[in-house]
């Protein structure tokens, strides 16, 4: 159990040092234990109330204080990239997408995309894996939580998205 915590502690100072996200791989070889432990132990420094966030590129602590907002936007899947490059290239970070479903209620799928990189991975698995968007459920309508470190940048977003007709009115 000591040896449990005392590797939480270091996950924690690792994570807290890095300038870049840390993949559960990564920490797993570093730390010589399984990757689902990595991401058991996460599991549990987040419900313990550390703000660690998982990113396509791995983990990392939430950026300090930003500015938030929720768009509600609408498009075709072969409009996802450019969606999501509009906000990421203002500056933004797509936290999460979510859809109203007249059966199971809302529906949120964690995204985490904050760059163009993260844009070109998430579209790659996509359809890599034949995915689908929870968009697709509700007729491309769906909710993005996007932050972003200035309320400039959020006007930005929201402006650009508007001008691409992605924002549903």
Known sequence: MADNNKRRLELQNLLHASEAPITASHLAHRFGVSRQTIVGDIALLRASGEKIV????GYEYAPAEQHVIKLVCRHF???????MSLVVNHGGTIKDVEIAH????????????????????FVTKMQADDGHLLSELTN???TH????????QIDEIRAALDQAGYLYQ
């Not at 899947?77 to 969606?83: F, K, R, S, V």
């Not at 939580?145 to 400039?152: G, K, S």
């Open 54 to 57: 998982p990113t396509p590129r």
């Open 77 to 83: 899947p072969d409009q996802t990239a450019d969606e």
């Open 102 to 121: 007249p059966l199971y209620g809302i529906l949120v799928g964690q995204l985490n995309v904050s760059s163009l990189a993260d844009v070109k991975s």
């Open 140 to 142: 491309g309508i769906h």
């Open 145 to 152: 939580t996007i932050m972003a470190d200035t309320a400039a």
